[in-house]
């Protein structure tokens, strides 16, 4: 069956980086668009950042310019480059896929991201 499976995350100080990976299986038609969610304790789910399979990307206003998203389609992963973090940031973070073809949204179990001091 189609998994993505989430890693890289931790504890990390203010001021310091993460990077995220998101390592897609099972899919016959591999994937069109893929993101980053992230939900804080008592918040909703919201779009960190996506990227299509022509590597058209878009990021929400406030990790401009701190996280970068990409993704090696040889290697089925995509990745979340996440600097300068804040303890806002703090979050779980998803990654989710769009199925070619099937237009089937797959989502991964989440990774822990924690900034603090």
């Known amino acids: 069956q189609v998994q993505l499976v989430e890693s890289g995350g931790g504890l990390v100080q203010p001021g310091g980086s993460l990077r995220l990976s998101c390592a897609a299986s099972g899919s016959a038609f591999g994937f069109y668009t893929m993101g980053w969610y992230r939900q804080a304790p008592g918040k909703q789910r919201e779009l960190v950042a996506m990227i299509t399979r022509s590597v058209i990307t878009n990021y929400t206003d406030s990790v401009k310019g701190r996280f970068t998203i990409s993704r090696d389609n040889a290697k089925n992963t995509m990745y979340l480059q996440m600097n300068s973090l804040k303890p806002e940031d703090t979050a779980v973070y998803y990654c989710?896929?769009?199925?070619?073809?099937?237009?089937?949204?797959?989502w991964g179990q989440g990774t822990q991201v924690t900034v603090s001091s």
């Open positions: 989710n896929g769009e199925e070619f073809v099937t237009a089937r949204v797959y």
